[in-house]
């Protein structure tokens, strides 16, 4: 059954660096989502993306935060000057479609800030 | 703001026991409800539901919605250890994709 593919599985990175969580979706999809847990947490929705443009932020998706689609498979989500409660888990996630439908997720990057 | 609450926050059962898993959602312009289930990784789909009153099936997994009362219920039957994982709904709404989650249950299955 085909997946969503994250790597890294795990990456630490001093506070202040710049990361880089990459994610290849699903490959007929076209919708794609990133969500974080923070550890003890809920999976909260980070944003959403189709055709090369955000279509929807949350409110933690801030300055800090950018996506980009650099080719036709992957999927990137970078964060810019890293801080300690950047730490979390990162899923991505993806559709087919618009609308009504599951999104299928990846096994996460778990993203650890020293 | 969209709310999405999971009841009991951790359950511990034997296996073969029968559980039942609830969901409580306050979400404007609610679409359907999911069902994931997460054990070291990736939360796994099982169950999207949009129609009040319909069972959806899958092995000893079941689960419905009630828009009525704003919950969903998920069943797992003679439990297995390999049922052990928490397990998730999230809430999606009309006019956009994301999907709020709630804190998910905790299962454990004892031999």
């Known amino acids: 059954e085909p997946e969503v593919t994250q790597t890294p599985s795990h990456q630490v990175t001093q506070m202040g660096q710049e990361v880089i969580l990459r994610c290849v979706p699903i490959?007929?999809?076209?919708?794609f989502y990133w969500y974080r847990q923070i550890l003890g947490q809920k999976v909260e929705f980070l944003v959403s993306?189709?055709?090369?443009?955000?279509?929807?932020k949350s409110e933690i998706f801030d300055d800090q935060f950018s996506v980009e689609r650099p080719d036709g498979s992957n999927f990137t989500l970078k964060i810019r000057s890293t801080k300690l409660e950047d730490s979390a888990m990162y899923f991505c996630?993806?559709?087919?479609?618009?609308?009504?439908?599951?999104?299928?997720f990846g096994d996460g990057t778990r993203l650890s800030i020293l | 703001e969209d709310k999405v609450v999971q009841s009991p926050l951790s359950l511990v059962v034997h296996e073969g026991d029968t559980v039942t898993l609830n969901c409580s959602y306050e979400?404007?312009?609610?679409?359907?409800l999911l069902w994931y289930k997460q054990e070291k990784k990736a939360p796994t789909f099982l169950f999207m539901l949009?129609?009040?009153?319909i069972e959806k099936k899958s092995g000893r997994l079941s689960s419905i919605l009630d828009k009525k009362e704003l919950s969903s219920i998920l069943n797992i039957t003679a439990t297995q250890t390999g049922d052990s994982a928490i397990y998730l709904c999230?809430?999606?709404?009309?006019?956009?994709?994301?999907?709020?989650f709630g804190t998910g249950t905790r299962l454990t299955i004892i031999p």
């Open positions: 999230a809430a999606l709404k009309f006019g956009n994709e994301k999907l709020t």
């Open positions: 949009t129609s009040s009153g």
């Open positions: 979400v404007t312009n609610f679409r359907s």
């Open positions: 993306f189709y055709n090369n443009e955000i279509s929807e």
């Open positions: 490959s007929n999809h076209l919708y």
């Open positions: 996630a993806s559709t087919p479609l618009k609308g009504n439908q599951p999104q299928h």
